[in-house]
């Protein structure tokens, strides 16, 4: 068997199947998850966040590298016949460089090049014209900035750290959407049952208008009444456009969540409180956020107060050499053991203003204990923005309980006043006072309810997901 109710919308009356499931807020949120372009974007630039947390580490990566060049030297020489009138020259180097989280750099490449002695003696120079191939090692170590990687541990930390606070702000971001999203569900809702209110009030108004006409031409009672009872009626009717109108507006924001263009025909679920309370995350993300965003400045301080530090460096070289006319030749030898070279050095810079240096390291440090400070401030705030939200979704209730008792207090007295008139024991006036009193408490009821539902919506952003 299929059942059918009346629906009120816009003024009109249409035939709704009982059958037909109303549309759940998990439903309409799933609606929202697919349609909306901020839900959408959120989703997107987490995951670009989080792919780019690894960023900060690209610098430690292993780097290819690959230099040439051909040059031409025909100044004037000393000794033509040892050093040529045109040297023409064409190298080519190829390798891998690496960085380490140590602070230290090193290099494995291979140097090829050929040599033209244009206009030289071969009796001073043979030959003229060779090839030269050298594998070659290079290392350096920092000993003071980034002594043991501090600085590049630092800029890896930072980078990372900010990608991740950028990623959790976008999950707030999305989170916060769905809170709007579901607090426009159940301000439809509770729209729809406020005009369903208004239309029987008005329905109720206009028969006790009838009612005292038929008593008025039947000169039972004075026109006053039948005055009063169309007031009344006037009222009403206007109550019900107000209504009509909020739903209207409530329907614009509804569908606009989900990407549509205002139109809202599904059922919604009832506005009854189920008793359900969201359960505060163990890290609430805009805490995680904080820290995040704390852990990155701290990086940074330690970056920039290494920036500022003296550089002092160590650095080994060693090669093989060949040098042969013939090409082949020459790599051959590049790998025997005659011919090697070896080098070693250090290399130092420092700067010289030191109060400036003072004033960077002193900025530097505030940063970082202000990041600390800032992360003790953002837990506080969310144990409080919690408790606030959690007591005010229990005073919500209370009320609501509290409202349910007046509503069916005014339902008595309607039943009441409504016998008494019909035994003429009373006047319209005050059949249209209890009938306005418990509108009044069935709206409050509908209020307190959709506080509720709202007060639920608003803790989700900060509830286990």
């Given amino acids: 068997m299929i059942f059918f109710r009346f ?52 610098p430690l990566a292993p780097t290819l590298f690959v230099e040439g060049e051909k040059s031409l030297d025909a100044s004037p020489k000393n000794f ?146 039948l005055l009063e009872a169309e007031s009344a009626a006037r009222l009403r009717a206007l109550e019900l456009r107000a209504a009509s109108d909020e739903r209207r507006a409530a329907e614009r924001v509804f569908d606009a969540e989900r990407g549509g263009a205002g139109a809202a025909p599904e059922e919604l679920s009832a506005l009854d409180d189920d008793g359900a309370a969201p359960v505060r995350a163990q890290r609430p993300d805009e805490v995680l956020a904080a820290t995040h965003e704390a852990r990155a400045a701290i990086g940074s301080a330690m970056a920039g107060a290494e920036a500022a530090r003296p550089k002092v460096e160590a650095y080994a ?74 007591d005010r979704l229990e005073d919500a209730r209370r009320r609501a309980a509290l409202s349910r008792e007046i509503e069916k207090a005014q339902l008595e007295r309607v039943e009441t006043e409504r016998r008494r008139h019909g035994e003429g024991r009373t006047t319209t006036f005050f059949v249209l006072q209890a009938e306005q009193d418990w509108a009044a408490a069935r709206r409050a009821v509908v209020g307190e309810e959709l506080q509720v539902r709202l007060a639920t919506a608003r803790m989700k952003p900060y509830a286990q997901e």
């Fill in 317 to 390: 070289a060693g090669a093989l050499s060949g040098r042969r006319a013939g090409a082949s030749d020459a790599v051959s030898d590049s790998v025997g053991p005659d011919g090697p070279r070896w080098a070693a050095g250090a290399r130092v810079s420092v700067p010289l203003d030191l109060s400036l240096l003072r004033s960077i390291g002193g900025g530097h440090r505030a940063e970082a204990e202000a990041a600390g400070a800032r992360v003790q401030r953002a837990a506080y705030e969310s144990a409080a923005n919690w408790r606030d939200l959690a």
């Fill in 7 to 58: 629906v009120v919308t816009g003024g009109h009356i249409f035939l709704a199947s009982a059958s037909a499931a109303p549309l759940t807020v998990t439903e309409y949120l799933s609606q929202v998850a697919a349609r909306h372009d901020g839900v959408k974007a959120a989703v997107r630039a987490e995951e670009g966040a989080r792919g780019r947390a690894e960023e900060g580490g690209l």
């Fill in 80 to 225: 033509p016949a040892a050093e040529g009138q045109r040297v023409e020259r064409g190298w080519v180097k190829a390798g891998v460089s690496k960085a380490t989280a140590f602070g230290a750099t090193g290099k494995v490449y291979y140097a090829f090049s050929r040599t033209d002695l244009n206009g030289a003696n071969p009796n001073f120079v043979r030959p003229p014209s060779y090839y030269q191939a050298s594998p070659t090692a290079e290392v350096s170590v920092d000993l003071w900035r980034n002594a043991f990687g501090r600085e590049v541990r630092a800029g890896i930390a930072a980078a990372r750290e900010g990608a991740l606070a950028r990623a959790v702000g976008e999950r707030i971001g999305r989170r916060r959407i769905f809170s709007e999203a579901e607090q426009a569900y159940w301000s439809l809702a509770a729209a729809r049952r406020v005009e369903e209110i208004a239309a029987q009030s008005l329905a109720r108004a206009e028969k006790l208008r009838d009612w005292a006409a038929r008593r008025v031409s039947s000169s039972l009672a004075d026109r006053s009444e």
